[in-house]
């Protein structure tokens, strides 16, 4: 009997403190399939940034528009040392959508670098390092890529809130099935997701909240309850918190909040 092609996927889910990454493969048991949990690339270039700072020397940013918190702050932090900050248009994008509050923010968009800065790449998945740290271990790098990124999404004229609940509003009236938040081409709206898609040439990317949930549904007592009954599904973020009420797998509500202003009993109330 012929045994089905070998499946390998390198599936990372970025978040703002961490990046959880796991290489699947189709012919091992997931617990046996290589693991790890490194600082997400926001913290990775806030200290990458950091160094600069320390060293005085001028910062230029390119590469794509990723998370921001960690790398934005410690942007914020090296212009407040007196020291210039340049950034790409596209790079730019990571402090913020509107190049004027980018401008307000102390950054000057141009695309040459100017003498003597350091240049840091910006993106949510770097596979270089990623390639690199596994190969020291004799583990080839997956063809296949999934990224998961948190993406508040982006339209000139409207909050970043306003696009991302339009969004999420969006799949709840169209009775989505969880699998249609899994794309090749992201909305355009969706600027993050759409910045992997980019930078990674037919990378599956989703958001973290809908890749939580799916990643729940894979254990049978959690999916023999949302096949039967229905179930609550709760995603508890260093940053958001990202609950839904689904059954099968087709989505009935959602709630996001950020975790720092929620509690136990308020989830629970909820």
Same mark, same amino acid.
């Given at each position: 009997?012929?045994?089905?092609?070998?499946?390998?996927?390198?599936?990372?889910?970025?978040?703002?403190? $961490?990046?959880?990454?796991?290489?699947?493969?189709?012919? !091992?048991?997931?617990?046996?399939?290589?693991?790890?949990?490194?600082?997400?690339? *926001?913290?990775?270039?806030? #200290? #990458?940034?950091?160094?600069?700072?320390? /060293?005085?020397?001028?910062?230029?940013? +390119?590469?794509?528009?990723?998370?921001?918190?960690?790398?934005?702050?410690?942007?914020?932090?090296?212009?407040?040392?007196?020291?210039?900050? $340049?950034? $790409?248009?596209?790079?730019?994008?990571?402090? @913020?959508?509107?190049?004027? !509050?980018?401008?307000?923010?102390?950054?000057?968009?141009?695309?040459? +670098?100017?003498?003597?800065?350091?240049?840091?790449?910006?993106?949510?998945?770097?596979?270089?390092?990623?390639?690199?740290?596994?190969?020291?271990?004799?583990?080839?790098?997956?063809?296949?890529?999934?990224?998961? =990124?948190?993406? @508040?999404?982006?339209?000139?004229?409207?909050?970043?809130?306003?696009?991302?609940?339009?969004?999420?509003?969006?799949?709840?009236?169209?009775?989505?099935?969880? /699998?249609? &938040?899994?794309?090749?081409?992201?909305?355009?709206? &969706? $600027?993050?997701?759409?910045?992997?898609?980019?930078?990674?040439?037919?990378?599956?990317?989703?958001?973290?909240?809908?890749?939580? =949930?799916?990643?729940?549904?894979?254990?049978?007592?959690?999916?023999? /309850?949302?096949?039967? +009954?229905? /179930?609550?599904?709760?995603?508890?973020?260093?940053?958001?918190?990202?609950?839904?009420?689904?059954?099968?797998?087709? %989505?009935?509500?959602?709630?996001?909040?950020? +975790?720092?202003?929620? *509690?136990?009993? %308020?989830?629970?109330?909820?």
């Amino acid at each position: 009997m012929t045994q089905p092609p070998r499946l390998r996927i390198l599936a990372v889910d970025v978040g703002a403190g $961490t990046q959880d990454v796991l290489v699947y493969e189709s012919d !091992r048991e997931p617990e046996n399939c290589v693991k790890l949990v490194l600082p997400s690339q *926001t913290q990775v270039v806030a #200290r #990458r940034i950091a160094a600069v700072t320390a /060293a005085r020397r001028p910062l230029h940013l +390119t590469g794509a528009v990723m998370g921001g918190g960690a790398s934005t702050g410690a942007v914020q932090a090296h212009l407040a040392a007196g020291l210039p900050v $340049t950034a $790409t248009a596209n790079a730019a994008r990571t402090i @913020h959508n509107d190049p004027v !509050r980018v401008a307000r923010f102390g950054v000057t968009i141009r695309e040459d +670098t100017p003498s003597g800065a350091a240049v840091i790449a910006l993106r949510d998945l770097d596979l270089d390092a990623l390639g690199g740290g596994l190969n020291a271990f004799g583990v080839a790098l997956p063809d296949i890529v999934a990224g998961a =990124v948190q993406d @508040h999404g982006y339209r000139p004229g409207s909050g970043n809130n306003e696009v991302r609940f339009e969004y999420l509003q969006g799949l709840l009236d169209g009775g989505a099935d969880l /699998a249609g &938040m899994v794309y090749r081409q992201p909305p355009a709206e &969706m $600027t993050r997701m759409a910045a992997v898609s980019e930078t990674i040439p037919g990378a599956y990317v989703m958001d973290t909240g809908a890749a939580a =949930v799916l990643g729940a549904l894979g254990d049978p007592v959690v999916a023999r /309850a949302a096949n039967s +009954t229905g /179930a609550i599904l709760v995603n508890v973020g260093n940053m958001h918190t990202f609950a839904v009420l689904l059954q099968g797998r087709r %989505l009935y509500g959602l709630f996001e909040h950020h +975790t720092g202003g929620l *509690t136990t009993a %308020l989830i629970g109330d909820l």
